[in-house]
């Protein structure tokens, strides 16, 4: 029997054929040795003459011989299978390995390529007041804070920056990019004065 699809990839629907191909053969073998059986328990090896060197009377000869020689086809035949379907089963597990280190990779290339397209923050938001004018804007708790008004991770040096921009900016809505969850996020906000302390919350 023939690979398989020839140069397709094998399929699980190919390795079923070739399975039940194996069934048939040892289902064929099995019936060849219960005809033996029948012949006196005649197996492969014994003598199919007498003492004297005579064909045995007692035995139909032809059917003997024929089951011996379609054993020896059928075991052959059995073994051919039985390595078809390892190569096979191998081959499907070698594809199914191989896609998944290419899912795995393209995933790695597109979060790699993801985090590069990024800004690098310099700040990050570690509370929010609840109805503070940080909180009104939609800034949350984890924000990475890449840019705020002018202030930005080649310029930033301490939080004083974002304090000075916060109080030439008050009443002004301010421009700040925030990196949530692996995304760019704009967020407009307005510094001003609020019950709680300072400009921002």
Same mark, same amino acid.
């Given at each position: 029997?023939?690979?398989?699809?020839?140069?397709?990839?094998?399929?699980?629907?190919?390795?079923?054929?070739?399975?039940?191909? &194996?069934?048939?053969?040892?289902?064929?073998? &099995?019936? *060849?040795?219960?005809?033996?059986e029948?012949?006196?328990?005649?197996g492969?090896h014994?003598?199919? @003459?007498?003492?004297?060197?005579?064909? !045995?009377?007692?035995?139909?000869?032809?059917?003997?011989?024929?089951?011996?020689?379609?054993?020896? *086809?059928?075991?052959?035949?059995?073994?051919? /299978?039985?390595?078809? @379907?390892?190569?096979?089963l191998?081959?499907?597990? $070698?594809?199914?390995?191989?896609?998944?280190?290419?899912?795995?990779?393209?995933?790695?290339?597109?979060?790699?390529s993801?985090?590069?397209?990024?800004?690098?923050?310099? $700040?990050?938001?570690?509370?929010?007041?609840?109805?503070?004018? $940080?909180? /009104?804007?939609?800034?949350?708790?984890d924000?990475?804070?890449?840019?705020?008004?002018?202030?930005?991770?080649?310029?930033?040096?301490?939080?004083?920056?974002?304090?000075?921009?916060?109080?030439?900016?008050?009443? !002004?809505?301010?421009?700040?990019?925030?990196?949530?969850?692996?995304? !760019? /996020?704009?967020?407009?906000?307005?510094?001003?004065r609020?019950?709680?302390?300072?400009?921002?919350?």
């Open positions: 029997m023939a690979e398989p699809g020839g140069g397709r990839p094998v399929t699980v629907s190919d390795v079923q054929q070739l399975v039940r191909r &194996k069934d048939e053969i040892e289902a064929q073998i &099995k019936a *060849c040795y219960e005809l033996l029948g012949q006196k328990g005649v492969m014994e003598p199919l @003459v007498d003492a004297e060197g005579f064909p !045995r009377a007692d035995i139909d000869l032809y059917q003997v011989r024929t089951a011996r020689h379609n054993i020896i *086809c059928l075991q052959n035949d059995h073994k051919a /299978v039985m390595k078809q @379907v390892e190569e096979a191998h081959k499907l597990h $070698a594809r199914e390995k191989e896609k998944h280190a290419r899912d795995e990779a393209e995933a790695l290339a597109e979060a790699m993801q985090k590069q397209n990024l800004p690098q923050a310099f $700040a990050k938001v570690n509370a929010v007041t609840p109805g503070s004018p $940080a909180s /009104v804007s939609g800034l949350q708790v924000d990475e804070i890449v840019e705020f008004g002018s202030v930005n991770a080649n310029n930033f040096q301490n939080l004083q920056n974002i304090a000075t921009v916060v109080q030439h900016s008050e009443g !002004r809505p301010l421009s700040v990019t925030v990196i949530r969850g692996g995304r !760019r /996020v704009h967020v407009g906000l307005t510094p001003k609020w019950s709680g302390k300072g400009l921002l919350g």
